[in-house]
């Protein structure tokens, strides 16, 4: 399958921690990007890496790429309970058109 | 802009019945994605169009699905005739740079008993 493979699947911490989430694939990307979608919603993007970039930032939310071992990690700093979500990775293929490919999801609960 | 609108909402529908589902994309946005989410299969592209037209639609499952976007505003996406497992919560994205951010809808909830 060219699917992202997620873990982990699920992910309980308390207010304050952080969260990491990771994203393996298994072919050439053009990009990788992280959603979000909470319980009943449609997802929301919230950050694209390049295939030649290695980390990118953005407010609490730390993304790092490495393309040798074909991962990803989505690192949530300070989380809070509306963090609580599940989260995809995405990845553009470098061949193959346009599409985007999402992973499976790792479902985060934040504890108050 | 409203973002991505899809109807209706929920869908509650026997086996048999023909779905049809609505989407209207965020204006200017020249890609549009019809997805499909369940938890045994997770989300699958099913098709998307550019420009109106429709590049890859080999994600439709079976010939009882169709898609048509007849203009850069509304696409809909129908089953005939629907079945059990074709229950899922069907999405609709639209994007401007194909392969970056993409944009999604509410979702229309399906459920065929």
């Known amino acids: 399958s060219q699917q992202g493979e997620e873990d982990p699947q699920a992910l309980s911490i308390q207010e304050g921690e952080n969260a990491t989430m990771n994203c393996s694939y298994k072919?050439?990307?053009?990009?990788l990007q992280w959603y979000r979608q909470n319980s009943g919603r449609g997802l929301v993007h919230l950050i694209l890496?390049?295939?030649?970039?290695r980390e990118k930032h953005s407010g609490r939310l730390r993304v790092t790429l490495d393309t040798s071992k074909k991962s990803s990690s989505l690192l949530i700093t300070a989380s809070r309970a509306a963090d609580t979500a599940s989260y995809f990775c995405?990845?553009?293929?470098?061949?193959?058109?346009?599409?985007?490919?999402f992973g499976a999801g790792t479902r985060l609960f934040v504890k108050a | 802009d409203a973002g991505v609108i899809q109807s209706p909402r929920h869908e509650v529908t026997e086996m048999g019945q023909e779905v049809t589902l609505r989407c209207k994309p965020i204006?200017?946005?020249?890609?549009l994605f019809w997805y499909r989410q369940t938890m045994m299969r997770g989300l699958e592209l099913l098709i998307y169009?550019?420009?109106?037209?429709?590049?890859?639609d080999s994600g439709m499952p079976e010939d009882r699905f169709s898609a048509k976007m007849p203009n850069a505003s509304f696409s809909t996406l129908k089953i005939q005739p629907s079945e059990p497992r074709d229950s899922a919560v069907y999405f609709c994205?639209?994007?401007?740079?194909?392969?970056?951010?993409?944009?999604f809808g509410p979702g229309t909830r399906l459920t065929v008993l």
């Open positions: 994205a639209s994007t401007i740079v194909a392969g970056d951010e993409q944009f």
């Open positions: 072919t050439s990307i053009n990009n």
């Open positions: 890496i390049r295939s030649n970039e």
């Open positions: 995405a990845m553009r293929l470098y061949t193959g058109g346009f599409k985007t490919i």
């Open positions: 204006s200017g946005h020249d890609y």
């Open positions: 169009f550019n420009n109106n037209v429709p590049i890859d």
